[in-house]
T-cell receptor, first 117, second 111 residues
């Protein structure tokens, strides 16, 4: 079945450590996204990529980094510069905007929960 | 600036008690309004896309409607399994591919 796989589901980080969250999709989607979700807040965009080897900052990119070396993969690194990294992280993908009738639907992974110890 | 506001933040219903969730938006050039359902600890699951004012879509006990300023998600005779957080998001012509999400409405349906 086609879908998005995020790993690990749960991750614990010590102060000063970098951690990397994995996101893999087999939907043949060109665009991939990383969102952060905090209690009582909407999803906030961290980074997105519309094509391999290219990505753009979202609204809260500080303290995060990404790479897009393959169409299927879009890993997110939470660096030690991110002061409040405890959150639920969601990866998503879709086909790029095409046509005049509307945007294509985002498909989400199951999420990764990061906790700072 | 594009913005999405959902109300109420939380809603408690008795099984069978119909109600509506609201999503108000301001966006330049709406290209799509999306409704998602999210269960605790899981990723959002797509429900509907609406593209133009007056459009309506239905799925089981859910019906989504769209005006030029807001969207409603009507829940008819809800069941406990409808309990979840419902997210609204918009895609505008100025967003360069980004969806703007509201903060969500958490629905609890009691038997």
């Amino acid at each position: 079945d086609g879908g998005i796989t995020q790993s690990p589901k749960y991750l614990f980080r010590k102060e000063g450590q970098n951690v990397t969250l994995s996101c893999e999709q087999n939907l043949n989607h060109d665009a991939m996204y990383w969102y952060r979700q905090d209690p009582g807040q909407g999803l906030r965009l961290i980074y997105y990529s519309q094509i391999v080897n290219d990505f753009q900052k979202g609204d809260i990119a500080e303290g995060y980094s990404v790479s897009r070396e393959k169409k299927e993969s879009f890993p997110l690194t939470v660096t030690s510069a991110q002061k409040n990294p405890t959150a639920f992280y969601l990866c998503a993908s879709n086909s790029p905007w095409a046509g005049s009738t509307g945007a294509n639907v985002l498909t989400f992974g199951a999420g990764s929960r990061l906790t700072v110890l | 600036e594009d913005q999405v506001t959902q109300s109420p933040e939380a809603l408690r219903l008795q099984e069978g008690e119909s109600s509506s969730l609201n999503c108000s938006y301001t966006v330049s050039g709406l290209r799509g309004l999306f409704w998602y359902r999210q269960d605790p600890g899981k990723g959002p699951e797509f429900l509907f896309t609406l593209y133009s004012a007056g459009e309506e879509k239905e799925k089981e006990r859910l019906k989504a409607t769209l005006t030029k300023k807001e969207s409603f998600l009507h829940i008819t005779a809800p069941k406990p399994e409808d309990s979840a957080t419902y997210l609204c998001a918009v895609f505008g012509s100025g967003n360069t591919g980004k969806l703007i999400f509201g903060q969500g409405t958490t629905l609890q349906v009691k038997p």
